[in-house]
């Protein structure tokens, strides 16, 4: 194994070998070193993930969750693996809920089903050549040079998983399997840990019990796609905000944003009022599909597309709330209303010499928790539910938080050609259509790309408040948030149209991104050194 000194990590890199852009710079080393050993792009990304819970804890963690998206080469094709837990399987937990409200923070009541273990093993059953104990051991390393009670504890629950492996018979798959069996209390065998996970749960007041563990599977899911100008562009499903940003550019394709110039006034205001009427139809029917009937295809459709297209004003900003009505297809659902009005996550990107790439978000924003018997502090992710009776994100047993993780892959010619992870609650789409615009519109590379000025917008419901009045959720009506190196004039235009225009020096979300040259193969890859992302490629072995 090669020694990588992680304290020269850059932040961009360039190979025909493979690369990994992710959170710090102990985690992509992680990832390259799977790669230099014979692994390939779903390892490198499990290991950095794994990695990732430990030097980017608190933003993620093993009791968070990872929404991930893959291609697969050898099938060409490519997958949705829902890393992300669900509410309590409980009906008394759910009337609990529904009568005092979700907690919003610090509050063992918010942790869903933990998620990340079983995103890893499933990932490594079904794409990875590693087992788990290799791909876990970077991570090992980290936790026992690390000094927080939760690091040592989270050493030894894993440890356990590895035992597991060792002893269990069957082939490498079901090796692997006996890891998430021991963690979720499945089947015969140890079910410590998940004992353990449970009396954690008890002991805080969380709902959390044996059945929700041993129930949690990762699915494995078509991504919603859509083209654009040639490309294909896939998300998660309505189970994430991520088919928000397929919506965004289906109104932006009969606009001629190569002409108005990058980061011209009118590129950021046709940008985003179409970011504004795509977050409200996020906001009024994406949930969990497995309880609620998403009208994903005619959301995406092309005659509710060019109803809405003409809503936007190129002179004049929406201070509006407007959803359609993708049931009865008409523009609006009713009269716009007025709404008066960057914490967790890092990310994941990897590509591999085979051709495999790999983009994944995980996150968790822990609470205020030592990590108790194992070490797995917990996600506060549902508090993305609501308890609004009939709203497609409320609170049900067993149902998924409708999120803000995201990660982005899309397509050329049916190769992957790009793959993006955002850091940013609610603006990681907004972001995330910032970079794919660069590189489909402008050929702009993702060192360029991640260090531009950048926008983004509050007009839209906050996602982390579960409050049942969605209304006094919404944030801040014809907001525009801009790095202040956007020139002074675009910012005097853009105020003349109506926005509500905030120059900051702040981070506007943190990314990677990976770009995959289709002439050469040549993969560039960068992570938003200003977010304190970093990025390594493999050295050529041409």
Known sequence: MSNIDSRKMSWKARSKAGVVAAGAAESVAAGVRILENGGNAADAAVATILALNVTDHGPCSIGGEVPLIIYDAKKQETKVLCGQGSAPLSQSAMDWYMQHGIPHKNDIKIAPVPSVIDLCTTTLQLYGTKTFEEVVLPALTLLDNGKDPWQCKLAITLRKLIESERFASGNREKKIQSVSDRFYGRKEGPVDIADDLVADYIENGGFLRREDLAAHHTRIEDPVSITYRGYTVYKCG????????????????????????????????????????????????????????????????????????????????????????????????????????????????VADRFGNVVSATPSANVENFDGGRTGVTYSNRLCSLNTMPGHPNCIQAG????????????????????????????????????????????????????????????????????????????????????????????????????????ATDNLIARAVVLYVDPQNGEIHAAGDPAGGRHARGLVDSE
């Open 238 to 349: 309505p189970w994430t905000q991520g088919p928000y940003l397929c919506q965004a550019l289906r109104l932006l394709e009969k606009f001629d944003l190569k002409s108005m110039g990058f980061l011209s006034a009118y590129y950021i205001h046709v940008v985003m009022e179409a970011v504004k009427l795509a977050m409200a139809d996020r906001d009024e029917y994406y949930g969990d599909p497995e309880f609620v009937k998403v009208p994903m295809k005619v959301l995406m459709s092309d005659e509710y597309t060019k109803l809405r297209q003409p809503l936007i004003d190129m002179q004049k900003a929406s201070l509006e709330v407007r959803p359609g009505d993708p049931n009865k297809m008409v523009a609006l659902k009713g009269p716009g209303q007025f709404r008066p009005g960057v914490g967790g996550t890092t990310t994941c990107v």
């Open 399 to 502: 149902k998924r938080p409708r999120i803000t993780l995201t990660p982005t892959m899309v397509m050329k010619n049916k190769i992957p050609i790009l793959a993006i992870s955002i850091a940013g609650a609610d603006l990681q789409d907004h972001f995330a259509l910032h970079l794919l615009l660069c590189v489909v519109e402008f050929v702009i590379l993702p060192d360029a790309a991640v260090t531009a000025p950048r926008f983004a917008t509050k007009h839209h419901q906050d996602s982390f408040n579960p409050t049942k009045d969605r209304e006094k959720s919404f944030l801040k009506a014809g907001s525009l948030m801009l790095n202040n190196t956007v020139s002074e004039n675009v910012q005097k235009e853009l105020t003349r149209r109506g926005h509500e225009v905030e």
